[in-house]
């Protein structure tokens, strides 16, 4: 089985900074796509950022310049650094991973539980 655990959530002031983490662990063997994804009271879910095994990156516009997605291969965990934080930034923020647990098996898709962001003064 596959886990993802998020961190780094919590309350902060627009204008500020938060850095989430989400560490992949169980049976791994290649992790393909991460990203990043939110969701808002009353709306849909949507993509943030997506970071590819190669360090290849995409962002919503909504948060491009203000947001980064990074991973460290070696520890299987992917980051965001929100930055110029907004009250419209406020939501769950839920990791996704595209992960193949043996060499010739198929990827699966993995989502975290979800971390609480809110950006209120």
């Known amino acids: 089985q596959v886990q993802l655990v998020e961190s780094g959530g919590g309350l902060v002031q627009p204008g500020g900074s938060l850095r989430l983490s989400c560490a992949a662990s169980g049976s791994i063997f290649y992790i393909n796509l991460m990203g990043w994804y939110r969701q808002a009271p009353g709306k849909q879910r949507e993509l943030v950022a997506t970071?590819?095994?190669?360090?290849?990156?995409s962002y919503a516009d909504s948060v491009k310049g203000r947001f980064t997605i990074s991973r460290d291969n070696a520890k299987n965990t992917v980051y965001l650094q929100m930055n110029s934080l907004k009250p419209e930034d406020t939501a769950v923020y839920y990791c996704n991973a595209s992960i193949r647990s043996r060499r010739f098996s198929a990827s699966n898709d993995y989502w975290g539980q979800g971390t609480q962001v809110t950006v209120s003064s």
């Open positions: 970071i590819t095994s190669g360090g290849s990156t």
